[in-house]
């Protein structure tokens, strides 16, 4: 089945710096990825949606200068959490799908700490 | 805007025994897509049952099966012969074409006993 890669599954950051998070589709071109954020014991919330050679679109109340996403391959998607902080320290989803009518497809998450 | 709601944050059950999860949801559209996913401890998202809206036969996959109720707006998941492997969080979600939006509801956290 179609298989989608986070790396990394884990990182620590101190607070200021930035982490880049990787949403690759290893077998099948993703037209479209999506970014979720999921805190402890809560569900996903929809961060962004990005489509492959355009600009990304965020959901209400997401910074996109804080969360930068770049699609610039069919199987490449790209979050960039700039200048962390303690409250970014979450879990991150990526999903993405070949067609608008394809199945979703998870990435594994990125659990990131910003200490 | 579409919501999902999921009222039972934790269930159990016995191991063999039926469980249904139950999800309503709130639109005012026709033609969408209704999911169940599973999330293991390992966080990752797997997909256990989907549903096209504009089906009334209910989807079923094996041991999951769907109760679609289109006017009602509910969507709840049964499994059959539960297993030490289902226990998980299960997140019931709404997609809907036009927003190419995904929505997922709160979760219920599942238990099966031994």
């Known amino acids: 089945g179609a298989v989608v890669s986070q790396h990394p599954s884990r990182v620590i950051c101190k607070s200021g710096t930035s982490v880049k998070i990787e949403c690759r589709s290893l077998?099948?071109?993703?037209?479209?990825m999506f970014w979720y954020r999921q805190f402890p014991k809560q569900s996903l919330m929809l961060m962004a949606t990005?489509?492959?050679?355009?600009?990304?679109?965020?959901e209400q109340g997401v910074e996109k200068d804080k969360f930068l996403i770049n699609h610039a391959s069919l199987t490449l998607s790209t979050l960039t959490v700039t200048s962390a902080h303690p409250e970014d320290s979450s879990f991150y989803i990526c999903?993405?799908?070949?067609?608008?009518?394809?199945?979703?497809?998870f990435g594994n998450g990125t659990r990131l700490t910003v200490t | 805007a579409q919501t999902v709601t999921q009222s039972q944050p934790e269930m159990s059950v016995q191991e063999a025994e039926t469980v249904t999860l139950s999800c309503t949801y709130d639109?005012?559209?026709?033609?969408?897509?209704l999911f169940w996913y599973k999330q293991p401890p390992s966080r990752q998202m797997i997909l256990v049952i989907r549903?096209?809206?504009?089906?009334?036969q209910n989807a079923t996959e094996n041991r999951f099966s769907v109760n679609f109720q289109k006017a009602a707006k509910s969507f709840s998941l049964k499994i059959s012969d539960s297993q030490l492997g289902d226990a998980a969080m299960y997140f019931c979600?709404?997609?809907?074409?036009?927003?190419?939006?995904?929505?997922f509801g709160t979760g219920t956290r599942l238990t099966i006993i031994p």
């Open positions: 999903s993405a799908r070949a067609t608008y009518n394809s199945p979703l497809h």
């Open positions: 077998d099948f071109q993703a037209t479209t």
């Open positions: 990005s489509n492959e050679g355009s600009k990304a679109t965020y």
């Open positions: 639109t005012s559209e026709s033609d969408y897509y």
């Open positions: 549903q096209e809206a504009y089906k009334q």
């Open positions: 979600a709404y997609y809907y074409f036009g927003n190419e939006k995904l929505t």
